[in-house]
C-alpha cells in the first residue's frame, strides 16, 4: 500500500534504509543473476592501493564507472563488476620502512626478505574495509567478494606469462637508464611518479670554468644547480645554432665564452665586459678542457672533457654552456652516447650509491649524502680557482611522492621493454579507442605515444612479483620462465607461491656449463602489474581463455586525466605488444578535484571537507550528482566547494522530492475523497487532451531519446544537465501550471489524467536517473511502485527499481509542435517575470495586460494556444499578441557601461558616450544580433553597453508599458497603477499569509479546516478588501472563512498574528468544516455571473459551477441549458464568451469562478465589464446533522434568493424544497435555522430578503418531531 510521505527529508538518513534493503534483497547479486545469459559487457576496474583511504579522486572515478555500468545493465547487457586492488609496491614499502625505521637495504638485508615482505603483506589491506564501507555507502555496485588482488598466485603467474611473451619477441633486455630516483626509498621511480610531487624550492646556483686545453686562459662557463654532479662530469654541450662571444671581464682580465643571449647570467651590465669575438656554437664542437676533478680521468680515452654540440641546449637560462654528467641526466646521456663518450653497456661512472651517498671513488666527498655535499663541493671549487659565481636559485623541483625527499636523476641497470619501435603502431591503436574527451585522445595521451620511450620495468625492491629471469652470474645465459608449472619442471621445487620468499632460493641447472642459474634481484614495477590485469585478473591463459578472448578488448574503463601516462598507457603498450590491439574500447577521462582555492587537496593542510562528513550531510546522492554535473567529466579541473553539494539538494532534490510528495498526497485524497483507487497501467492508460499533459510527456521522451543517444557515446558531460533541467521544467512548470488539476477542482476525471501523468513522467525520471542518484529514485521508487498495476508487470521482479531496464522511447508521443509552443510560452512568462522583477511587482499583483511581440506569426499562434497559462502565470488580465512593434511605439536607445567603457577607452570615453547615446533604434537592433558595434572608431560589445527599451506615449496612449526581450520575443507588460488590480494584489496577500500558515501547521490539502480572522481597525483599507474579495479568497484556501471570535470549542491548530497593509490581521485555523459561532463570508460554492445579450433582451444572473460545494460540477453544455432555462430562451444557439474569447468543450469552468461571462447569440460582446461582485442574491447551507443522499458528497452548499437578478420569486416552501434538492433530502423532514443551536428558525413569516449573504443551518428532523 502506498504510504503517506513526509513534508522534510533527511537524505543521508533515508539511503541508510534504501542501503539496509539492498543488503536484504541482496539486490546486486540478484542483478547479476537476472542479467547472466543477455550479452556480455566488459568493464575493467583499475586497482587502487588500499594503504590509504578513498579520497574525492577515487569517488569521482567510482562514481562515473558506477554510472556507466548500471547504464549498461538497464541496457540489457551482462555486467560483470570487479574490484581489484594494488598490492605491490612502494606504497606499501614506503608505510613498512617508517614503521621498522628501515633506512636501506642493507636494514633489510639483516631482517631478511621473509620477514620484511610478511609485515608488508600484514597492512596491504589494511584500509580494505574502509573503502567497502565508503563505495558501498557512495552507492557503488561492485563486487567484493569476487575482487582480484596482484598479490594473489595466480595473478602473479599471468604477469610471468605477459613477461614472457615479450622476452620471446624479443622486447625484453638490460640496460642502463637515467631516472628519477628516490633516495629515501632506495629505488627508481617512473617518470608518472616523478611527476606525483613537485615543490618549489631554492637550491645552489653556480657558474665553473671549463679551462680550454688549447689555451687555458680561456675558459668556457657553464652553470648548474646540482653542484653535486660535477665531480661526475664528462662534457660540455653547447647549442650548434645560437650565437656565442668571447668576453674580456673589465673588473679579472678573465676571459670567458659564453652564449651572448646568456650573458645576463653572469653581468648585471654591459660596461663590465668588453667583447672580444663572436661565432657560432658549432665553431666551440671538439675543443678539449681542463677537468673539474680527477677521479674519471681514464674516460678521456672515449672523448670525455671535450665541446658537444645539441639543439636542447636553449636560450631561456644558464649561461648556454651546458655541463654533462651523463649518468645523472636523461639530455646528457643521449648526447654522450651519440659522442661515443660513453656506451649503453659500458661501466657507468655514476659515483652515487641508492641512499644518494657518494661511493669512494669519489675520495674527497666519500659518504656524504649528494645534496649535503653542495656546499663542500663549493668550498672546493672556489679553493682551485673553478668557481666564477654562487647564488642561489628559486626553481619547481619534483619530490618521491611517497617520502617527500628530494629525487635526484641518476643511471640505473634496469630491465626494459621495448616500446620506441611501436611507437606507430601503439599510435594506430589509440585511434580506434574512443575517447571522452576527445582532445585526450589526439592531444595529451596522442602527443605521449609520440615521444614514448623504453619502459623501464623493473625495481630493486622486494615487495612484488618478482622478475621470472633465471641467469648466469656472467649474464650470457638467461631463462625466462612464464608459469609456475615450467618453474617448478625446471627447477624440481613445488611452489605454492611466488612472492621473492618463495622463489629467489630456487636455482635452475645451466645447459651451457655454467653452473647454477639464480633469479636475477628485481621485481616488476606495479604499473607492470595493473597493466596486465585484463589477463591476470582472470589467470589468462591458464584459466577462462574462451571467456576472456571472447570479451577483449574491455568495452569501458574510466580514470583521471593523470593516468594519461600511467594505467591508460600500461595497458595499451602491453596489449599492443601482446596482441596488437587495442586493450579498451571506449574510455571516459576525468579532470582533477582541487581544493576550493585551487590548490592540491592536502591533508597536511586540511583544506577540504572529508567525504565521509558530506555525504554524512548531505547523503551520496547529492555528492554524486554535484560531481558529475561539473567540468570534470570533461577531463578539466574541479575546484571543490562544499555549498555546490548543498546546492543540488536545494535545487535538484527538493523540487523533485516535492513533486513525487505532492503526486502521493493527491493520490492519496483521491482514493479519500472519491473512493477511486488510482493504478497505472502503461498499456491501458487513457490519452490526455489536456495540452501540458501532452507536452510532458513528449518532452520526457524527448529526454529518453536524447539520454539513450548521448549515454551511448558516454557523454555525460550532456546527459546530466539536461536531467537537472528536467526536473525544473516538471516541477517549475507542469507541477506548478496544474496544481488545480491534480487536487481535483476541475472534476474527477481531470484530476485522474493529470496524475497519470505526474506519475508516468516521475516513474520515467526516477528509471532515467537511477545509474547517477541510486538512492533518491530507489527511495520514490518503493512507493510508487505500490501504484503500479500489477497486471502489468506479471513474472517480473520488481522489488529493486535497478532491476527495471531503462524505457524505451516511445515516438508516437512526441509532439515537436507542442514543445516549441510551450517553450515560446515559457520565454513570454519569464520575460514578463523580469520585468515585475524589475519594476518590483510581485505577481500577486494582477495587471491589465500583456502585449507579445514577435515576428514570426506562427510562434504567436503557438504562444495563443496557451493563452490562459501566461495569463494566469503572469497575473494579467489580457494577452495581445502582435507582429509590429512600431505600432506601439517601441524604440531601442542606448547608455554606455562607465565603469567598464571610462576605465578603457579613458580620454576618448566622452565623445564615445556621447555617439552611443545618439546611436539609432535600427543600429542597436543590428548589434542585438551581431554582439558588436563600431562607435567612433572603437569596438564596443555587449558588456561594454546597456540597452533599454523607450516608448512613443502617443501611440500607447495611457498605458504605460515596461519591455524585456530575449531576442526572439518582445514582451510588454502594462504597468498602469489601477486601484481594483491593487485591491486584488492585497487580496492574494491574505491568500498567501493563509497558505503558509497551512504549510507552517504542517496541513495536506485533504484536512478539513476552518480559517478565523480578524482585520483591526475595522472598516479600513485591508477590511475592506478582505470583504470585497470574499469570493475570490475562498475559491483559493477553499476552506469556511470566518470572523472572529474563535468559539471556545474550536480545535485550534495554529494561530498568527500580522500586519499588513497598516492593518493588524490575525488568523487561526482550527479542525472541522462545522465550526460555529461566526458568519461565513463569501459564496460557498463556483460560481460565474451571467451577462445576456440574446435577441435584444439584456439580463444578468449567476450560474453555480457546482451546488453542493464538489458535486453536480457544470459543463459547457450544461451551463448552456441552465442559462436557457432560468433566462427562459427560445434559441439554443448560444456563445459564452469570457474576456472576448468564447468558451469552448476544452475550457475549465471552475478556473473562471468569480468572473464575469457574456453569452450572446453568436458575436464577440463589444464591451468588456468585470463585475466584483454577485449579481444576485443568496443564501449559503450547512449540513448540520445528516450526510447528503442520492450519491451527493459535499455538506456545504448555496440557494440563490433570485435569478435573474431582481426576480425575488422565491418563497419559503420554495426555499424549503431547493433545499432538499441540493442535498438529495427530498424524503426527509428539514428544520432551516440562522444558527447551530436551533435558536434562531426560519419560518414562512420570515422575510427571505435579510437572508442575503447569511448560512441557514439545516437539520434533518426525525419523522416523529414537528418541523
Known sequence: MVQPVPETINFPAEEEQILKIWKELDCFQECLKQSKNKPRYTFYDGPPFATGLPHYGHILAGTIKDIVTRFAHQSGFSVERRFGWDCHGLPVEYEIDKTLGIKGPEDVAKMGIAEYNRHCRSIVMRYSGEWETAITRLGRWIDFKNDYKTLYPSFMESVWWVFKQLYDKGLVYRGVKVMPFSTACNTPLSNFEAHQNYKDVQDPSVIVTFPLEEDENISLVAWTTTPWTLPSNLAVCVSPEYQYVKIKEISSGNIYIIMEARLVALFKSDTEYNILERFKGIALKGKKYKPLFDYFLECKETGAFSVLVDNYVKEEEGTGVVHQAPYFGADDFRVCVDYG?????????????????????????????????????????????????????????????????????KAVPSWFVRVEHMVDKLLENNDKCYWVPEFVREKRFGNWLKDARDWAISRNRYWGTPIPLWVSEDFEEVVCVGSVAELEDLSGIKIEDLHRESVDHITIPSHGGKGVLRRVSEVFDCWFESGSMPY???????????????????????????????????????????????????????????????QKMSKRKKNYPDPINIVNKYGADALRLYLINSPVVRAENL???????????????????????????????????????????????????????????????????????????????????????????????????????????????????????????????????????????????????????????????????????????????????????????????????????????????????????????????????????????????????????????????????HMVLGKRLKGAFKS???????????????????????????????????????????????????????????????????????????????????????????????????????????????????????????????????????????????????????????????????????????????????????????????????????????NLIKLKNMIISIFRLQTSKLAIFHEKKELTNETDLMILSGKTVYVTAGTAPEAIIQSENLLCKYVNLQLVNAKPQECLKGTVGAILLENPAGDTGLTYPGLLHETAKVFGLRSKKLRLCLDDAKAEGITNDSSLKLLNTKTIYIHVLPRTAES
Request: glycine share 4%.
Open 639 to 897: 575546484r571543490f566547494k562544499e555549498d555546490g553539494v548543498r546546492d543540488v539538494l536545494k535545487d535538484v532534490f527538493l523540487p523533485w522530492y516535492n513533486a513525487y510528495r505532492f503526486l502521493i498526497q493527491n493520490v492519496q485524497k483521491l482514493q479519500k475523497e472519491e473512493g477511486i483507487q488510482f493504478l497505472y497501467n502503461e498499456s491501458t492508460v487513457e490519452d490526455s487532451n489536456n495540452i501540458m499533459d501532452k507536452w510532458i510527456l513528449s518532452f520526457t521522451q524527448s529526454l529518453i531519446q536524447f539520454f539513450k543517444t548521448e549515454m551511448e557515446a558516454y557523454r555525460l558531460y550532456t546527459v546530466v544537465p539536461r536531467l537537472v533541467k528536467f526536473v525544473d521544467m516538471l516541477t517549475n512548470w507542469y507541477v506548478r501550471m496544474n496544481r488545480k488539476r491534480l487536487k481535483g477542482e476541475t472534476g474527477t476525471e481531470d484530476c485522474e489524467r493529470a496524475l497519470e501523468t505526474l506519475f508516468a513522467v516521475l516513474f520515467y525520471m526516477c528509471r532515467l536517473m537511477a545509474p547517477f542518484t541510486p538512492f533518491i529514485t530507489e527511495l520514490m521508487y518503493q512507493n510508487l511502485r505500490h501504484l503500479i498495476d500489477p497486471s502489468s508487470v506479471e513474472n517480473k521482479d520488481t522489488s529493486c527499481i535497478h532491476y527495471l531496464m531503462l524505457p524505451q522511447v516511445r515516438e508516437s508521443i512526441i509532439d515537436r509542435r507542442i514543445e516549441t509552443a510551450v517553450a515560446q510560452m515559457q520565454s513570454v512568462i519569464e520575460l514578463g517575470r523580469v520585468i515585475r522583477d524589475r519594476k518590483t511587482l510581485p505577481v500577486k499583483y494582477p495587471l491589465k495586460e500583456v502585449v507579445v511581440i514577435q515576428k514570426d506569426s506562427e510562434a504567436l499562434e503557438e504562444i495563443r494556444s496557451l493563452e490562459k497559462y501566461i495569463l494566469e502565470e503572469l497575473n494579467v488580465r489580457q494577452l495581445t499578441l502582435s507582429t509590429d512593434k512600431d505600432k506601439y511605439g517601441i524604440r531601442l536607445k542606448a547608455e554606455p557601461d
Open 912 to 1114: 564615445v558616450a556621447a555617439a552611443i547615446k545618439g546611436l539609432q533604434s535600427v543600429q542597436l537592433e543590428e548589434f542585438q544580433k551581431s554582439g558588436s558595434i563600431i562607435v567612433e572608431g572603437h569596438e564596443l560589445h555587449e558588456e561594454d553597453l546597456r540597452l533599454m527599451y523607450t516608448f512613443d506615449a502617443s501611440t500607447a496612449g495611457s498605458a504605460q508599458y515596461e519591455a524585456h526581450s530575449d531576442f526572439q520575443a518582445l514582451v510588454l507588460l502594462d504597468v498602469t497603477p489601477d486601484q481594483s488590480m491593487v485591491d486584488e494584489g492585497v487580496a492574494r496577500e491574505v491568500i498567501n499569509r493563509i497558505q503558509k500558515l497551512r504549510k507552517k501547521a504542517h496541513l495536506v490539502p485533504s484536512d478539513e479546516i476552518t480559517i478565523y480572522y480578524s482585520s483591526q481597525p475595522t472598516g479600513e483599507y485591508l477590511d475592506n478588501v478582505i470583504k470585497n474579495h470574499t469570493d475570490f479568497i475562498l475559491g483559493t484556501v477553499k476552506s469556511s472563512l470566518k470572523l472572529y471570535p474563535v468559539p471556545n470549542s474550536a480545535e485550534i491548530i495554529i494561530q498568527e498574528k500580522t500586519q499588513l497593509k497598516g492593518s493588524n490581521l490575525d488568523l487561526t485555523l482550527a479542525k472541522g468544516t462545522s465550526d460555529v459561532g461566526a458568519l461565513p463570508l463569501g459564496l460557498n460554492c463556483a460560481y460565474v455571473n451571467i451577462k445576456l445579450s440574446v435577441d435584444g433582451k439584456k439580463q444578468d444572473g449567476v450560474i453555480l459551477l457546482e451546488n453542493p460545494r464538489g458535486d453536480n460540477i457544470v
Open 536 to 598: 591476470a585478473q582472470v589467470h589468462y591463459p591458464f584459466e577462462n581463455r574462451r571467456e576472456f578472448e571472447d570479451s577483449f578488448p574491455a568495452d569501458f574503463i574510466a580514470e583521471g586525466i593523470d593516468q594519461t601516462r600511467g594505467w591508460f598507457y600500461t595497458l595499451l603498450v602491453l596489449s599492443t605488444a601482446l596482441f596488437g590491439k587495442p586493450p579498451f574500447r571506449n574510455v571516459i577521462v576525468n579532470g582533477l578535484v582541487l581544493a576550493s582555492d585551487g
Open 341 to 409: 663518450i660513453i656506451q649503453k653497456d659500458s661501466s657507468p661512472v655514476c659515483p652515487v650509491d641508492a641512499s644518494g651517498c657518494f661511493t669512494a671513488e669519489v675520495k674527497d666527498f666519500a659518504g656524504q649524502y649528494v645534496k649535503d655535499a653542495d656546499k663542500n663541493i663549493i668550498k672546493y671549487l672556489k679553493d682551485k680557482g673553478r668557481l666564477v659565481h654562487c647564488s642561489t636559485f628559486n626553481h619547481n623541483y619534483p619530490f618521491c611522492w611517497r617520502s617527500d625527499t628530494p629525487l635526484i636523476y
